[in-house]
């Protein structure tokens, strides 16, 4: 799942490249693609960015993820594939080698250090800038195969679920029981809880994602607190609680 993508200045790839060599310019461009990638998940959770960068696996792969994206930079180590993408003039099959050759496909690999801006830095009006560092590194001799597991979201049916099987009375026992009964992923935080009167429940995905829904005597009500026209908050500052739920809050 792609994060809303921040305005980004990804630094010049003062890198060793050859312009003359057509694999090579293939990588980089990969390479560049990349760097824009990254500049878009906030809030930075490695197993998320490993997951859906090895989405495109015939040309990158994730060597290692590292980072929170605050005060420990969020670090990717990839490997490149690229490719001579040079149109060629058509040749007869018998012309045609059985495997390309070598300086068609090259392999390089590169550490991308996503930087966020200083908190001084931070506009109230606009999302920050970003900054991506990339350094060319060795490639290691031996690769050992990275498995990300896909990012934790909540089921399509959560909304009609908790509107089916919250109680319709003040049983917080029975709340818990309905929202356990949706088997969520452990990396989505449960609130559950009675204030004023009413049961609040907070579901908050790793990325910053909320849903909340409370109980009244007799009614039960689902939503999303998140709003387009809120002031701008970075996904990983919204707060996302029962109590904010039973109270009806949104952003």
């Given at each position: 799942m792609r994060r809303l993508t921040l305005l980004a200045l990804v630094s010049s790839l003062a890198l060793t490249a050859c312009a003359a060599d057509p694999a090579v310019q293939d990588a980089h461009d990969r390479l560049d693609l990349v760097a824009d990638q990254l500049t878009g998940y906030d809030p930075w959770i490695p197993e998320d960015v490993g997951y859906h960068l090895t989405r495109d696996e015939e040309?990158?792969?994730?060597?290692?993820?590292?980072?929170?994206?605050?005060?420990?930079?969020?670090?990717?180590?990839?490997?490149?594939?690229?490719?001579?993408?040079?149109?060629?003039?058509?040749?007869?099959?018998?012309?045609?080698?059985?495997?390309?050759?070598?300086?068609?496909?090259?392999?390089?690999?590169?550490?991308l250090k996503v930087l966020q801006p200083m908190w001084g830095d931070r506009s109230p009006v606009r999302k920050p800038d970003r900054r991506v560092d990339v350094t060319e590194i060795d490639c290691p001799a031996k690769i050992p195969p990275r498995t990300f597991r896909p990012p934790a979201v909540l089921p399509a049916?959560?909304?009609?679920?908790?509107?089916k099987h919250l109680p319709t009375t003040l049983d917080l026992d029975a709340a818990r029981?309905?929202?356990?009964?949706?088997?969520?992923?452990?990396?989505?935080?449960?609130?559950?809880?009675e204030h004023d009167g009413r049961i609040g429940v907070a579901l908050r995905m790793p990325d910053g994602g909320c849903l909340f829904a409370r109980v009244w005597p007799s009614i039960v009500q689902v939503w999303?607190?998140?709003?387009?026209?809120?002031?701008?908050?970075?996904?990983?500052?919204?707060?996302?609680?029962?109590?904010?739920?039973?109270?009806?809050y949104s952003y």
């Open positions: 040309y990158v792969t994730v060597l290692d993820v590292s980072g929170d994206g605050r005060g420990d930079p969020g670090r990717v180590r990839i490997r490149v594939r690229g490719r001579d993408r040079t149109p060629q003039p058509p040749r007869r099959p018998e012309d045609v080698p059985a495997t390309p050759s070598p300086a068609a496909v090259v392999f390089l690999c590169f550490e049916h959560t909304d009609a679920w908790l509107k029981r309905a929202v356990q009964g949706l088997d969520l992923d452990p990396r989505i935080r449960q609130d559950v809880a999303s607190p998140w709003r387009p026209w809120a002031p701008p908050v970075l996904p990983a500052e919204r707060a996302c609680s029962a109590a904010q739920a039973a109270s009806g």
